[in-house]
RNA sequence: GCGCCUGUAGCUCAGUCGGAUAGAGCGAAUGCCUUCUAAGCAUUAGGUCGCAGGUUCGAUUCCUGCCAGGCGCACCA
């Protein structure tokens, strides 16, 4: 955010008549340390407005409106409304200070973007982070499911927003490739590769079947192991096919990884050994029952988890210990880890993971738990089951909808709602899709702004004149890009993308109304005005924040539709 | 039983660090292209913000209790 945007202009100028009156004696209180400003949803309210006078009300012992009344003479009587380009301030309802600012002053923002470029909304509130995002993490026995999906759009949204909020960060998609499930698959694709009946218990997809004589094709000699080797044999060779298809999918749907975190690794160089010292050393661990446990009680889990089973194995949160120590070891100040609805039981124990290792459980590290997304197609839900193989993959989803429809669809919702996505309407037409309304109106800006080089209208820094826009409709789309990179500071703060979702198809919308009601190229035989480039100018920067809002989501901001 | 999430327009859902008349899209009705992309715009209809208390100048937003729905509560991974 730029420091000397008119709103902060405001804001400083608010709380310099709030310092001089108080020194006049006319307030006797604790001044805040910030202005809150907000966007009135009446426009009849200003461009701005602030409560300020109802919050100091109990403190100064003043009512509301007398307040605002001394706050709107110090701003008066000391040359603070030129200085902060105001044009207008007025006191309303209970107290309300709304504030109107002068047309060149606001419209400064323009400029501002126009320069910025790709940079604007970018800023520092996240600088010295190095943080862990760790999302997907799908096991490598299947194809991505939907609730995959909706994680590999938010996640890598995230990742993409944390970053324009200045914070340094790694994608992380750890691989579960330890365990009985692993053993299961290997022993589902053998039975496959043979036409006998897979394992009750094992994968029964399609793809099993599929895998398995690729597999065998690719490795002939497959065929006459037998026992444990077979398995062993079908499950690493299955292993790493799947492991390349998620990778190839997630890489076409625009979701790529900085490491690809394999459980086995854990293992290897003593690193368990090394963690198990470490919580050893911290106090934390016991055994009990021939096992070896975590006291993750001491950190309100509600019970303690066995790290090495008593058959001398290692259980499943063993790996979630030492993962956890490995990423605080390489770096990283703050893991982000992205879960299912399905595992929001693990919240407790892995944070405190974080608290045995030493680490604040409400700083170093924190989960965000996303809701089901059900699927819904000609009227009835359709199951998710991995094992029993009816399950929507991400492939499908993108076959079905496109890349940009399916990443914006998922991303523009919140993830703690539980969402239901229709097939029949995504497949029906498209757009009813809001991701087409919001290219739209970046495929018509670029429409105009091709017209107006062909008509040789300047646009552009040099050809912009903010005083010029004064209409009703540039003003509320001026005051809209200037939220822009408050926005990805709240969205990248709330760890929530679908913020900036939201705000571009607010964007797009007030640049229809604006589009419908201010004629930007001139009519016929008119000759071009500074006016014209001014709105041209205004254009090209509402099209520069509608793309650099798309980029966010990883969704792409056609020229032409 | 315990824990997490959710309950806002006919449908799918935003919004809320407590603020002035609760929003969008779809669906319904009616208008707007002899000139910038009508994949658009405007107007109308549609709401006890699950229910009941509490805190407050002010609660859809915060707190408590209910009701309803979803998901979890392994020496499985």
């Not at 400083?12 to 001044?31: R, T, W």
């Not at 973007?113 to 995002?133: Q, S, V």
């Not at 001139?522 to 254009?539: F, H, I, M, V």
């Not at 924040?545 to 966010?552: E, K, P, R, Y």
Request: net charge negative; with cysteine; charged share 25%.
């Amino acid at each position: 955010m730029s420091a000397d945007s008119a709103q902060n202009k405001v804001a400083v100028a608010l709380l310099k008549a709030l310092e001089i009156a108080k020194s006049n004696g006319l307030l006797n209180c604790d001044l805040p340390s910030q202005i809150t400003l907000d966007r009135p949803k009446n426009r009849e309210h200003g461009d701005y407005a602030t409560s300020i006078a109802l919050g100091l009300a109990k403190a100064a012992n003043l009512q509301p409106r007398v307040i605002a009344e001394v706050i709107v003479k110090s701003l008066n009587e000391n040359n603070l409304l030129t200085v902060a380009g105001i044009s207008k301030v007025e006191i309303a309802g209970p107290g309300f200070i709304n504030i109107t600012l002068e047309s060149a002053s606001q419209g400064a923002v323009v400029s501002q973007i126009l320069t910025e470029g790709k940079k604007y909304g970018r800023g520092k509130t996240l600088a010295g982070k190095k943080i862990n995002l760790e999302f997907v993490s799908a096991n490598p026995t299947g194809p991505l499911h939907l609730g995959h999906t909706r994680w590999a759009a938010v996640g890598d949204s995230l990742g993409r927003v944390l970053s324009a909020a200045g914070a340094e960060v790694s994608r992380e998609f750890y691989i579960n490739d330890r365990g009985n499930q692993m053993d299961l698959f290997g022993q589902s694709l053998f039975s496959a590769s043979q036409n006998k009946e897979i394992p009750e218990n094992g994968y029964h997809g399609e793809y099993i079947g599929d895998l398995a004589k690729q597999i065998v094709k690719e490795n002939p000699s497959f065929s006459k192991l037998t026992g444990d080797e077979a398995m062993a044999a079908f499950r690493d060779a299955g292993y790493k096919l799947q492991l390349d298809q998620q990778r190839q999918v997630l890489d076409n749907f625009g979701t790529h990884f900085d490491t690809w975190f394999s459980e086995r690794t854990l293992y290897e160089n003593d690193f368990f050994t090394h963690t198990l010292a470490k919580l050893k050393s911290l106090g934390h661990v016991y055994e009990e029952e021939g096992a070896t446990w975590l006291r993750t009680t001491d950190f309100d889990d509600d019970k303690d988890r066995v790290m090495i089973k008593s058959d001398g194995t290692f259980a499943y949160f063993a790996s979630d210990s030492a993962y956890y120590v490995s990423k605080r070891e390489r770096g990283f100040n703050l893991c982000i880890y992205m879960l299912g609805a399905d595992h929001h039981g693990y919240v407790g124990r892995i944070k405190a993971i974080a608290a045995c290792a030493g680490d604040d459980p409400n700083k170093d590290i924190e989960i965000l738990i996303g809701q089901m997304v059900k699927i819904m197609e000609g009227g009835v839900e359709l199951k998710l089951s991995k094992r029993a193989g009816t399950i929507i993959t991400l492939e499908e989803l993108v076959e079905k909808v496109g890349t940009d429809a399916a990443r914006y669809t998922l991303i523009r919702y919140p993830t703690d709602t539980p969402m239901v996505m229709d097939v029949d309407l995504l497949k029906k037409n498209t757009n009813e899709n809001p991701v087409y309304y919001v290219q739209y109106a970046h495929a018509r800006i670029c429409a105009v702004l091709r017209n107006a080089k062909e008509l040789g209208i300047n646009h552009g820094l040099d050809f912009y004149s903010p005083e010029l826009l004064t209409h009703e409709r540039e003003r509320e789309l001026i005051g809209l890009l200037a939220q822009y990179p408050k926005i990805v500071a709240s969205a990248a703060e709330l760890r929530q993308p679908h913020r900036v979702a939201r705000y571009i198809e607010e964007v797009a919308g007030q640049y229809h109304r604006f589009y419908n009601d201010c004629r930007v190229l001139p009519l016929g035989e008119e000759k071009p005005t500074d006016l014209n480039s001014s709105r041209a100018s205004l254009s090209l920067a509402t099209a520069q924040v509608i793309s650099n809002g798309l980029d966010l989501l990883g969704v792409s901001a056609p020229e032409k539709m």
